[in-house]
Nanobody, 114 residues
């Protein structure tokens, strides 16, 4: 069983920054993909950024140049540095780990005020 524990959400003004963290524990495969997804009210969950064990990253077009995903394999932790935040970034952000099976965190609220 894998557990994902997120932290770092909150309320920030437009243009501000936040850093999300997600620590994974349990039976984690040596090769996996960790990432962040978000879901705004009334919208479908969407991919924000992903990073594989080797470090290759992907980003949604809407966050390129503003968000940076990174990971510490020794700590099984993934981070999302969010800069130049916009009101449209407001959503519940979910940590995800894929290692044969899909695992999700409980979600953390990010609210960006205008």
């Amino acid at each position: 069983q894998v557990q994902l524990v997120e932290s770092g959400g909150g309320l920030v003004q437009s243009g501000g920054s936040l850093r999300l963290s997600c620590a994974a524990s349990g039976s984690i495969g040596s090769i996996n993909v960790m990432g962040w997804y978000r879901q705004a009210p009334g919208k479908q969950r969407e991919m924000v950024a992903t990073i594989i064990t080797g470090g290759r990253t992907t980003y949604a077009d809407s966050v390129k140049g503003r968000f940076t995903i990174s990971r510490d394999n020794g700590k099984n932790t993934v981070y999302l540095q969010m800069n130049s935040l916009k009101p449209e970034d407001t959503a519940v952000y979910y940590c995800n780990l894929r290692s044969g099976v899909n695992y999700w965190g409980q979600g953390t609220q990010v609210t960006v005020s205008s």
